[in-house]
């Protein structure tokens, strides 16, 4: 049996008032969702614990079938296996977003998706000015980068109760009491602060002033964690996958499991995306792995921003370029299943990630059929079918 799944990041949602009420879910024209609800079955699961932030990194470890209570160490770690950085058992990974603060107020936790290749000679400049051999800033996608603190025979001065704010959260809102706190944070706090007037005057930040564009200000330093043990998904629940996203996160988590990682040229972890190149490599992947993964971070970008019309614009282009053809093929290969289903909600309203259920629809061989035609979050809210334990949906996608 092939088995796909597609996560359309942080599509559940509330009622708009812009939508009549409707959910984006609901709003937008996703017939091919609809027809694996049709064909299946609906529920919702809950992939993110009430002590646990609501980040994709808790979510998606529970999504991909492993209790975050278990395995959860922080978001960090997890992109830095995606870069095949190890880190020894002292060491300690931290998330380091470029951002845009003005008037101590979040104006762009992404430094107005500042390219690769800035946040590159911005990331040399602060660790000239650092100095310290412990400390390694490690360019990634964009905004989104690393630092590695190498701990040595000492452990590293961060801990579980060292608090750190994701960036996201804060968008419009003030940063003022949401800087580091608890061990460790006077690092995070120190690294900030130099890199501010490090990067006020970089020629990087000047060009783009002059373009019109807003200057990456700081670094934002989060999600610390130290390295996963994480069992490879083969030895947990006997197959072979593969991951298909653009974003680091996902790709770590891959690596964490043992999964094939599969680059799409035009895949940008933005609204801008090539849906459908991202629908054509899932399909070749079937060829050669048990379950094929397409992550989609678009619907999670647009609640981020706030704007309603792109969130739905990025479900109809998942549903027509990714969830219908993927299905056709699933279906014309013989046994299957497929689950479409986010990782957690990301309200419009709150521009940041939630607690609390998130809708699936399931369909294929074995998938008992319900009376559900649609795929939304009424239709999950009326349905018997529910995972309190998020990372136990994964088992029962299997059938296992």
Excluded at 128 to 154: K, M, Q
Excluded at 190 to 219: D, Y
Excluded at 222 to 248: H, N, R, S
Aim: hydrophobic share 40%; glycine share 8%.
């Amino acid at each position: 049996m092939k088995y796909a799944l597609v996560i359309p990041d942080g599509c559940a949602d509330e009622p708009q008032e812009a939508l009549g009420g409707k959910t984006p879910l609901e709003a937008a024209n996703v017939p091919a969702m609809d027809a694996v609800a049709a064909a299946g079955a609906v529920g919702r699961a809950n992939h993110v614990p009430a002590h646990l932030p609501p980040g994709s990194d808790v979510a998606n470890l529970s999504l991909l079938g492993y209790d975050p209570n278990a395995y959860f160490t922080g978001r960090a770690p997890l992109e830095a296996a995606a870069q095949g950085i190890e880190l020894g058992p002292n060491d300690c990974a931290v998330r380091c977003n470029l951002v845009t603060i003005e008037d101590q107020s979040m104006r762009d936790f992404t430094a107005d998706h500042i390219s690769t290749e800035e946040a590159r000679e911005l990331l040399a400049a602060l660790s000239a000015e650092v100095g310290r051999p412990e400390l390694e800033f490690v360019p990634g996608v964009s905004y989104r980068n690393l630092l590695i603190y190498r701990g040595g025979d000492a452990p590293a001065p961060f801990t579980r109760d060292t608090r750190a704010t994701p960036p996201h959260d804060l968008t419009d809102k003030s940063v003022l009491d949401d800087y580091p706190r608890g061990p460790g944070s006077d690092l995070l706090n120190q690294l900030m602060s130099q890199s501010v007037s490090v990067f006020e005057s970089h020629p990087v930040n000047e060009k783009r002033r002059k373009e019109g564009r807003l200057p990456a200000t700081n670094v934002w330093l989060w999600g610390q964690g130290l390295a996963p043990a994480v069992p490879p998904f083969a030895e947990v629940y006997g197959k072979q996958g593969a991951m298909i996203t653009a974003v680091d996160l996902l790709r770590g988590l891959a690596a964490l499991i043992g999964w094939r990682r599969i680059e799409v040229p035009g895949a940008t972890g933005y609204l801008d995306t090539d849906y459908a190149a991202k629908g054509r490599y899932a399909i070749d992947a079937l060829d050669d792995v048990d379950i094929v993964c397409v992550h989609v971070e678009a619907p999670d970008e647009a609640s981020h921003e706030g704007s309603t019309g792109a969130k739905v614009k990025a479900l109809e282009e998942i549903d027509r370029h990714i969830v219908a053809p993927l299905h056709e093929a699933l279906q014309a290969r013989g046994d299957y299943r497929l689950l479409v289903t986010p990782d957690h909600p990301t309200p419009l309203r709150t521009k940041t990630h939630s607690h609390g259920p998130v809708p699936f629809a399931v369909a294929g061989g074995g998938v008992d059929v319900d009376a559900a035609t649609t795929y939304d979050e009424p239709s999950a809210e009326r349905s018997p079918l529910a995972f309190p334990d998020g990372w136990k949906l994964m088992r029962y996608f299997l059938g296992a």
